[in-house]
């Protein structure tokens, strides 16, 4: 699809979302049932400022305009909700904090017009879009064609991701995918890509991409230049699957070509500042609003029921495997093996409010101090003990790869049922595999995702809670 209609497409969607924030912001002032916020202009003002800026934070983090050749309606449709979503959080703290709670509450038929609009809009205006591109793509005889030459593991994934994106493309597949040459010496390779350039301008393609092995890979200003000769975009992919079965990530640095284990999003800064800007929040919101009487109540039982101090701390292993003092509340009798033996079902050492707050993880709420410090996440792989942390590192070949990011009070594992003792290796395994899952795909919307699922499994019950 030619580059005017990606414009015409992206403005559009600007525009219309853009109307929609205000008219959402406009609702909200207009069906709020405290008359001093309707008639205070100044507060009014500033509801509609914060919707836009809250709404150009969430469509910036989350690139929702951001329409590239392989464009993907599924993925473009996901990162709708999610960017409103987000948006929709953030303004709600806004008005929390610009209104207090008490006036906060009286709210909620406001936020419920608010919200219905909301869901109307994004549900009418992406299938208008839907219908739109498709008639656009029907009556528009000038897509880009775009090819593959090389058969092979890294080209097959390739074609899978161009077959899913072909919103503004057409793709033709894999030239060579039923005829492979047997290509003995790189001067039979050259003649064969030769050839492969030149059938390609003879079937009208606009993107040619080469996938193929490294030691295959010659002269290639030879293969730009010809491929410009017949204003074809020629485009090299390595193929590394003959030297390596995992996966792997590749990113730029300046001009050099960088091969990476796997995709760690939280390298970027603009993650980490996200994920450090959700804790502090979080934190802070259960701390003042539970911790705050909480605290003293489970406090008092804890010394009531046993001699000792109401918090315990100890050595975990953290970011970069440097220790730090995790808290918790102190669910045992002081006792000697707390730093090297796990809790176990049945275990004497637990006291009886001790058997309630670890079934219920409120032995786990003194970590949000943790979180302030800089030492903890909300959402993370948990903490282990230095002595476990050295046990499976000798066991578990990529064991450390959890440690890349700050240990959580809740994670992946522990939503995921991998909770509690770990009476084997295998079972440690499966928790650390899920720790790296979480590692190579966070996103602010996982965290969120498994601070609600945390919440559902602690009002269930977890079976491996002892």
């Given at each position: 699809?030619?580059?005017?209609?990606?414009?015409?497409?992206i403005f559009s969607c600007i525009l219309s979302d853009f109307l929609a924030i205000i008219a959402s912001a406009c609702?909200?002032?207009?069906?709020?049932?405290?008359?001093?916020?309707?008639?205070?202009?100044?507060?009014?003002?500033?509801?509609?400022?914060?919707?836009?800026?809250?709404?150009?934070?969430?469509?910036?983090?989350?690139?929702?305009?951001?329409?590239?050749?392989?464009?993907?309606?599924?993925?473009?449709?996901?990162?709708?909700?999610?960017?409103?979503?987000?948006?929709?959080?953030?303004?709600?703290?806004?008005?929390?904090?610009?209104?207090?709670?008490?006036?906060?509450?009286?709210?909620?038929?406001?936020?419920?017009?608010?919200?219905?609009?909301?869901?109307?809009?994004?549900?009418?205006?992406?299938?208008?879009?839907?219908?739109?591109?498709?008639?656009?793509?029907?009556?528009?005889?000038?897509?880009?064609?775009?090819?593959?030459?090389?058969?092979?593991?890294?080209?097959?994934?390739?074609?899978?991701?161009?077959?899913?994106?072909?919103?503004?493309?057409?793709?033709?597949?894999?030239?060579?995918?039923?005829?492979?040459?047997?290509?003995?010496?790189?001067?039979?390779?050259?003649?064969?890509?030769?050839?492969?350039?030149?059938?390609?301008?003879?079937?009208?393609?606009?993107?040619?991409?080469?996938?193929?092995?490294?030691?295959?890979?010659?002269?290639?200003?030879?293969?730009?230049?010809?491929?410009?000769?017949?204003?074809?975009?020629?485009?090299?992919?390595?193929?590394?699957?003959?030297?390596?079965?995992?996966?792997?990530?590749?990113?730029?640095?300046?001009?050099?070509?960088?091969?990476?284990?796997?995709?760690?999003?939280?390298?970027?800064?603009?993650?980490?500042?996200?994920?450090?800007?959700?804790?502090?929040?979080?934190?802070?919101?259960?701390?003042?609003?539970?911790?705050?009487?909480?605290?003293p109540l489970i406090g008092g039982i804890i010394k009531y029921q046993s001699k000792g101090p109401v918090l315990f701390?100890?050595?975990?292993?953290?970011?970069?495997?440097?220790?730090?003092?995790?808290?918790?509340?102190?669910?045992?009798?002081?006792?000697?093996?707390?730093?090297?033996?796990?809790?176990?079902?049945?275990?004497?050492?637990?006291?009886?409010?001790?058997?309630?707050?670890?079934?219920?993880?409120?032995?786990?709420?003194?970590?949000?101090?943790?979180?302030?410090?800089?030492?903890?996440?909300?959402?993370?792989?948990?903490?282990?003990?230095?002595?476990?942390?050295?046990?499976?590192?000798?066991?578990?070949?990529?064991?450390?790869?959890?440690?890349?990011?700050?240990?959580?009070?809740?994670?992946?594992?522990?939503?995921?049922?991998?909770?509690?003792?770990?009476?084997?290796?295998?079972?440690?395994?499966?928790?650390?595999?899920?720790?790296?899952?979480?590692?190579?795909?966070?996103?602010?919307?996982?965290?969120?995702?498994?601070?609600?699922?945390?919440?559902?499994?602690?009002?269930?019950?977890?079976?491996?809670?002892?």
């Amino acid at each position: 699809m030619l580059n005017r209609h990606k414009f015409s497409f992206i403005f559009s969607c600007i525009l219309s979302d853009f109307l929609a924030i205000i008219a959402s912001a406009c609702i909200f002032i207009k069906y709020v049932q405290t008359q001093d916020l309707a008639e205070n202009s100044t507060k009014s003002d500033y509801i509609i400022i914060a919707s836009v800026i809250t709404w150009l934070l969430s469509v910036l983090y989350f690139r929702l305009y951001s329409i590239s050749t392989t464009f993907n309606l599924e993925f473009f449709y996901r990162q709708t909700w999610r960017a409103f979503l987000l948006q929709g959080i953030l303004w709600q703290i806004f008005i929390f904090l610009l209104q207090g709670g008490l006036q906060y509450k009286n709210n909620t038929v406001s936020n419920l017009y608010q919200f219905s609009f909301w869901i109307l809009y994004i549900f009418f205006s992406r299938s208008l879009i839907t219908l739109l591109l498709f008639r656009m793509k029907k009556k528009l005889n000038k897509l880009l064609n775009v090819a593959i030459w090389g058969f092979n593991k890294t080209s097959i994934e390739l074609a899978a991701v161009l077959e899913s994106n072909v919103t503004f493309l057409n793709f033709k597949g894999i030239l060579n995918e039923e005829i492979e040459a047997e290509i003995n010496s790189p001067e039979e390779y050259k003649i064969e890509l030769n050839k492969a350039i030149k059938q390609a301008h003879k079937e009208k393609i606009d993107e040619l991409y080469i996938v193929t092995a490294p030691n295959n890979i010659g002269d290639l200003n030879h293969y730009f230049n010809l491929a410009d000769s017949y204003c074809i975009r020629l485009k090299f992919v390595p193929d590394f699957s003959t030297i390596s079965s995992e996966s792997f990530a590749t990113s730029n640095f300046n001009n050099f070509q960088v091969i990476k284990p796997r995709h760690e999003p939280l390298q970027n800064a603009y993650n980490r500042l996200l994920k450090r800007i959700f804790d502090l929040a979080f934190s802070c919101l259960v701390i003042v609003f539970i911790l705050s009487w909480l605290y003293p109540l489970i406090g008092g039982i804890i010394k009531y029921q046993s001699k000792g101090p109401v918090l315990f701390k100890q050595l975990r292993t953290g970011k970069k495997n440097k220790p730090f003092w995790c808290y918790k509340f102190r669910s045992m009798e002081v006792n000697e093996s707390s730093d090297s033996l796990q809790a176990q079902k049945g275990d004497a050492r637990i006291t009886p409010i001790g058997q309630f707050i670890r079934r219920t993880s409120l032995d786990e709420l003194p970590q949000f101090f943790n979180v302030l410090l800089g030492d903890m996440s909300i959402v993370g792989p948990r903490p282990h003990m230095l002595k476990h942390t050295e046990d499976y590192n000798d066991l578990i070949s990529n064991f450390m790869v959890r440690h890349f990011v700050k240990p959580g009070i809740t994670g992946l594992a522990q939503v995921s049922g991998l909770r509690g003792e770990t009476k084997k290796v295998s079972d440690m395994k499966r928790r650390v595999n899920a720790d790296i899952q979480y590692v190579q795909n966070w996103n602010i919307m996982k965290d969120i995702k498994i601070c609600f699922l945390t919440v559902i499994v602690t009002i269930k019950g977890d079976k491996n809670a002892y």
